[in-house]
């Protein structure tokens, strides 16, 4: 059997690799939000070239609909890697709680306060 101090150490390790899977898959959905911003100015710029006004930052209601646009559609394209990601988050979770129910760790070891 292991020792409290080896429990807790492995519990460390698995909520230290939920939170990097947590933040790998916030990284790709700023990813996509930032592409999906930049395809939106970069039509604007196209379609608005005729009037060469390089102050007009005003986002219309058509812009918004662009940007949802292409957001779906990057969504669409990068959705087995958004999943895995998903499916991964979950499966960490669910073994964290395992542990902690097998091992009656209820909650975070909080650090003692001076």
């Given amino acids: ?12 390790r698995m909520e230290a690799a939920r939170a990097e899977t947590a933040h790998h898959l916030a ?8 592409r999906a911003e930049r395809l939106t100015v970069t039509s604007q710029a196209k379609s608005r070239q ?3 006004r390089r ?5 219309t209601r058509t812009d918004e609909r662009i940007y949802q ?16 990601l998903a499916r991964k988050l979950a499966r960490q979770a669910g073994a964290i709680a395992a542990f902690r129910v097998r091992h009656r760790i209820n909650e975070p070891e909080r650090e003692a306060v001076s």
């Fill in 1 to 12: 059997m292991r020792s409290y101090s080896e429990q807790r150490a492995r519990l460390a």
């Fill in 27 to 34: 990284i790709v959905e700023r990813q996509i939000e930032a």
């Fill in 50 to 52: 005729c009037r060469h």
């Fill in 55 to 59: 102050s007009n930052s005003i986002w």
């Fill in 69 to 84: 646009e292409n957001l779906a559609a990057i969504h669409f394209e990068r959705r087995g890697e958004l999943d895995a």
